[in-house]
Each structure stands twice: as structure tokens, then as C-alpha cells.
């Protein structure tokens, strides 16, 4: 009896260790769903289209997109309707070689440049204003910058593509430290493997898309590793279930902390909570009962209203998308 009551112990404990991976591994949506409600653009080179859009950015009421291989930047308002060009082509400062991820902070607008291996800043109406960084691996240097975040203090954290690392400046971009090490990619906590993208919440967080890693990492506001998530044990295990990746090529914090991840290769924005608990999860690529072209997700930013949109880069376009009947968190 005594060997039957431990073994029916070790059961019990097996199926509660199964039961909980699962639930940890495998998470169910816990919000109501959310939906496209717009879409605009198409491949081109005229007013209102686009060749392989890449970066998303909002201010009160614009949204601002890399047009990255027409090497410009586009403002709508949020229904869609063109307002101005920012930027021109070009390896000169102030012109774009191709742009990528976006950022509005202090009513400027950060560009990583991917081609010009510089952070270019103007002013939202498209005023060149500085160039930070220039090409190389040391402090301060870049090779294919693809995302850039601002802090309340003015700091910068740029995402530094092919140097695997994440490089935080001061305002003027002199050098202050770097999470990850030229050169080196690797699976462990502050390693990278073509980090994608970030994103600073206001008490100094930094959330890093870990591209190739196929995962997000958390820093504290003092530079020291808090968390990981994305698969199991959030080290390069690719997958499509809830809370899993394939690329994470974008990131962006919602008015209230939330996180959304642009997941690339499953055609998905996913919505987690600070702490990288699962809360929903959207597909860009069925579009009016047609499976359209796949790598649609590369860039998502959130709107104070809750507005979604999202640069889908097959499809030349951005999508928006909005709580099902503005009942989720904002």
C-alpha cells in the first residue's frame, strides 16, 4: 500500500508538472479579439505607396512610415490620408539609404538608418535636425542600426544589427554602455542574435526584439538581465503557438505597458503582458478570405486610443487594427 501511495504521489506530481508546462508553453488568448478595420498602400513608388515598409511611429494624431526601399519616410493621419514626405535618398547626412524602425520622442523623429549606419533626427514636420553614430563596431559606432527608443531623460537605445548588440547613448550619443558583444551571438541572457528592435517603458525598461533568437529580453532600468520570453525557456526554439516565435522583427509598448511583437515569419502581431504573459494575438495574413503573401509582420506601434497599426511588408502596406468594440486595455 505504502509503494502504491508513492507512486499514485509521483503521478500526481508528473501530470501537475505536465499541466502547468502546458499551460506556461502553451497559453490561451485572454482577451476579446481584435480587428482590421483599414488597410492602404500597394507596391510603388507614388504618394501613398510602398516598396518593403519597415518602421512604424505615432505622435498624437500622425503616423510616420519607413518606405525604406523608396529611402523615405511617409506621414498619414490615422485614416490614411497623406499628409507630407520626410527625407530624400542619399548617403549624405540628413538623406536616407534605408530606413528602418521609427521612434517619436520630444516631437522628433529617430530613423534608424540601415544603410547609412547613422540615427538621423528631424523634427515632425521633416526638418533635418542631427546625425548620430557612424559606421564601425566601436562605442558609439553602427553597422545597419535597425531600431532606436528614446527615455524620459533623453537617453538613446539603438539596436546595432550585425554588431549583435544594444548600444545606449546619452542625448548628445556619447556612449554610456552596450548589452551583448560584437560579433558574438548566443542563446544565454544578454546575448542576441540579430536584434531586431526596441523599446523603453517610462521607469527605464528596455524590452529587446532578439530577432534570430526568436524571442523578447527584458532589462531592468539599472542595465541587469530581468527576463525572457518566447517558446520554451526563450532560447531559439522557433514555433507558431500562442507565445511563441519566428523572428521577432519589431516591438512596441502600449499606453499602459503592454508589449506587442511583430512575429515575421508567422504573419502575427502577439500581445503580452510586461512580464511576458501571453494576452492575445492577431494574423495579418488572411485578408478577405485570401491567404495573401507571407512576411507581413515587421513593425507594430500603438496609439493612445488603442489603435493598432502594423507595417506589413509583403504587402506594401500598413494595417489597422483595433479592439473588438474598444473593450481591451488601452
Not at 95 to 121: C, K, S, W
Not at 307 to 321: C, E, G, L, R, S
Request: net charge negative; hydrophobic share 40%; charged share 20%.
Amino acid at each position: 500500500m505504502l509503494r502504491l501511495k508513492l507512486s499514485l504521489q509521483l503521478l500526481l506530481v508528473i501530470l501537475t508538472t505536465l499541466l502547468l508546462s502546458y499551460c506556461a508553453w502553451f497559453p490561451s488568448v485572454q482577451e476579446l479579439p481584435y480587428q482590421r478595420v483599414k488597410t492602404w498602400g500597394g507596391k510603388g513608388e507614388t504618394i501613398g505607396k510602398f516598396n518593403e515598409p519597415t518602421g512604424v511611429a505615432v505622435s498624437e494624431s500622425e503616423l510616420f512610415t519607413s518606405d525604406s526601399r523608396n529611402a523615405r519616410i511617409q506621414v498619414f493621419d490615422f485614416d490614411g490620408n497623406f499628409l507630407r514626405l520626410i527625407g530624400t535618398p542619399g548617403d549624405k547626412t540628413g538623406q536616407l539609404g534605408r530606413p528602418m524602425h521609427l521612434t517619436v520622442a520630444n516631437d522628433e523623429l529617430y530613423v534608424a538608418d540601415y544603410f547609412n549606419d547613422v540615427i538621423q533626427v528631424y523634427t515632425l514636420q521633416g526638418r533635418f535636425l542631427r546625425a548620430i553614430g557612424r559606421p564601425g563596431a566601436g562605442p558609439g559606432e553602427f553597422n545597419a542600426p535597425s531600431g532606436v527608443a528614446v527615455a524620459s531623460n533623453g537617453d538613446l537605445f539603438i539596436v546595432d544589427f550585425y554588431n549583435q548588440r544594444i548600444q545606449q547613448l546619452d542625448a548628445n550619443g556619447v556612449f554610456i554602455r552596450q548589452w551583448g558583444t560584437p560579433g558574438k551571438t548566443g542563446v544565454w541572457a544578454g546575448e542576441f542574435n540579430y536584434p531586431t528592435d526596441v523599446a523603453v517603458a517610462a521607469d527605464g525598461t528596455l524590452y529587446v526584439a532578439d530577432g534570430y533568437n526568436d524571442r523578447v529580453q527584458v532589462f531592468s532600468p539599472n542595465g541587469e538581465f530581468s527576463h525572457k520570453w518566447g517558446g520554451p525557456l526563450a532560447i531559439n526554439i522557433v514555433g507558431a503557438f500562442n507565445g511563441w516565435f519566428a523572428t521577432v522583427t519589431g516591438i512596441s509598448l502600449g499606453p499602459q505597458g503592454n508589449v506587442y511583437v511583430a512575429d515575421f515569419y508567422n504573419d502575427r502581431v502577439q500581445k503580452f503582458k510586461p512580464d511576458g504573459a501571453f494576452l492575445n494575438v492577431f494574423d495579418l495574413s488572411v485578408q478577405e478570405s485570401i491567404k495573401a503573401p507571407t512576411h507581413t509582420a515587421i513593425a507594430v506601434v500603438v496609439a493612445e486610443d488603442g489603435t493598432v497599426f502594423v507595417a506589413d511588408y509583403a504587402n506594401h502596406q500598413i494595417q489597422k487594427w483595433q479592439p473588438d468594440e474598444q473593450k481591451n486595455e488601452r
